[in-house]
């Protein structure tokens, strides 16, 4: 079935270290792809998307190509801050009629200075 | 303009309890959603309504129902609570279409003794 799988975590990095975290989907169609970022004790904001192949999200200095190829929409940042210290949920939509979001589990990502 | 807000924030309650777990969204989106986020396992979808007067099952959905009255309104009730269903509850809204992305409330921490 359909399925997202993303790194598991946590992640600990150093400031200005660069960070990748791995996402990959099984699904059928033309899914659109989103990275989630939680900060702590608060619900889910989106970071960023992109809704066709090879298309690239952009945000906060975050970036994510979607590859039909590889069917994968690996998270990159040049250069971590402390303040990116969150859990970050790769997800697919699908078209359909219940057009929900499937996640990955998250990824903790924690930021030492 | 408020988004989501979910209501109440926490809960603590006994098993076998009656519980309405209440989300509004002030956006006017067609699609909202309920899930619950356990600790390595993501968020998972429990139900779904595509419009007002709509509803449908996701992939947790036993011992929860949803009605969805209204375009703003969509509450989830636990009939008769277990201590399984301890989680965090997130409510989500979204236009329809899979390009879109869902917005999320800021959750309810519901914890069953």
């Known amino acids: 079935g359909d399925s997202v799988t993303q790194m598991e975590g946590p992640v600990t990095l150093s400031e200005e270290a660069c960070l990748t975290i791995?996402?990959?989907?099984?699904?059928?169609?033309?899914?659109?792809l989103f990275w989630y970022v939680q900060y702590p004790g608060e619900g889910l904001q989106l970071l960023l998307k992109a809704t066709k192949a090879d298309d690239k999200g952009s945000n906060k200095g975050f970036e994510a190509t979607y590859r039909k190829e590889t069917t994968s929409f690996h998270l990159e940042k040049g250069s971590v801050q402390v303040s990116d210290s969150a859990v970050y949920f790769c997800a697919y939509r699908n078209t359909g009629t219940a057009s929900k979001l499937t996640f990955g589990t998250g990824t903790r990502l924690q930021v030492t200075l | 303009i408020a988004g989501i807000t979910q209501a109440p924030t926490s809960q603590i309650l006994a098993a076998g309890r009656r519980m309405t777990l209440r989300c509004t969204q002030d956006m006017r989106h067609n699609a909202m959603y309920w899930y619950r986020q356990d600790l390595g396992l993501g968020l998972r979808l429990i139900h779904y309504?595509?419009?007002?007067?709509?509803?449908g099952k996701g992939e947790v959905p036993d011992g929860y129902s949803v009605s969805r009255a209204n375009t703003d309104d969509f509450p989830l009730t636990l009939a008769s609570a277990v201590p399984s269903q301890t989680s965090v509850y997130f409510c989500?809204?979204?236009?329809?279409?899979?390009?879109?992305?869902?917005?999320f409330g800021p959750g309810t921490r519901l914890t069953v003794l």
């Open positions: 989500a809204s979204s236009p329809s279409g899979r390009n879109y992305e869902q917005f």
């Open positions: 309504s595509n419009t007002a007067g709509t509803t």
């Open positions: 791995n996402c990959t989907y099984t699904a059928t169609g033309y899914p659109s």
